[in-house]
């Protein structure tokens, strides 16, 4: 559009249908007259610039058709996530003062060998609130702070805060160390019998069932994972010998 000294105002002078590429051409006069921009897409205006006296044969108008990112609406939300270790008492506190967050959730999952199970799930339809839960000090748990935007913004989810609590199994924090010696005794006792007995074979299948066991009683606390690694070398170790 071109300022038209007369009548004090912009009328339109010609339009560009651009190209795949975004681009055009058209004729202007260069220095001596303003000019307005609009650009339009399926009927919407897009953009319209300030006047502008042209003394370029190149300008570049952009805009955007992508809308406002809805992540960006957690970065407004106050929130706490705790975990007492005396009390043994998760703490999930929050409060959107725009609105934006619809949901908020606790959940909660206990980490096994076999993978992450859900033990405790709560969610309340609220901008702010305060959810809690008492976690066992028996295992080792993933606390998972969860905020959910309304359905102007498709629902939308993310963690927005994790911690991790370790616990001790309550079996192994009461025999404590005299459980670890009972372990070693018992396992010793084991090898020596495999090597009574001049079998390795039988020696290493004593040794990986004594863990077993005081795993299981609650004499030691391994890992699973570390059980797991204890009986492979064990498996590697017999495979060789019986190749020599």
Not at 34 to 49: A, F, I, N, P, R
Not at 162 to 179: H, P, Q, S
Not at 195 to 214: Q, R, V
């Amino acid at each position: 559009m071109r300022w038209d000294i007369g009548t004090n105002a912009f009328y339109t002078v010609g339009e560009i249908v651009t190209t795949q590429d975004g681009t055009g051409n058209i004729n202007l006069r260069l220095y001596d007259t303003w000019y307005k921009y609009q650009v339009t897409y399926d009927g919407v205006l897009y953009l319209s610039t300030e006047p502008v006296k042209e003394s370029s044969t190149s300008r570049t108008l952009e805009i955007s058709f992508a809308g406002e990112d809805p992540y960006n609406n957690f970065d407004n939300v106050q929130y706490s996530l705790t975990w007492n270790n005396q009390t043994n008492i998760t703490l999930f506190t929050y409060n959107d003062p725009t609105g934006a967050v619809q949901t908020g959730c606790l959940k909660i999952f206990e980490m096994t060998g076999y993978g992450n199970t859900l033990v405790h799930s709560e969610c309340v339809e609220s901008t702010g609130t305060t959810l809690s839960h008492n976690i066992n000090d028996s295992g080792t748990y993933i606390v998972r702070a969860i905020f959910r935007l309304g359905s102007e913004y498709d629902n939308v989810e993310k963690i927005v805060d994790e911690i991790v609590v370790n616990g001790v199994a309550e079996r192994f924090a009461v025999i404590g160390k005299f459980g670890q010696v009972i372990s070693l005794l018992f396992t010793g006792t084991m090898a020596m019998i495999g090597i009574a007995s001049g079998s390795i074979y039988l020696g290493l299948f004593l040794i990986i069932a004594s863990l077993i066991t005081e795993m299981k009683i609650g004499w030691l606390n391994i890992s699973t994972s570390i059980l797991y690694g204890f009986i492979s070398i064990a498996i590697l170790i017999g495979l060789g010998l019986k190749r020599k």
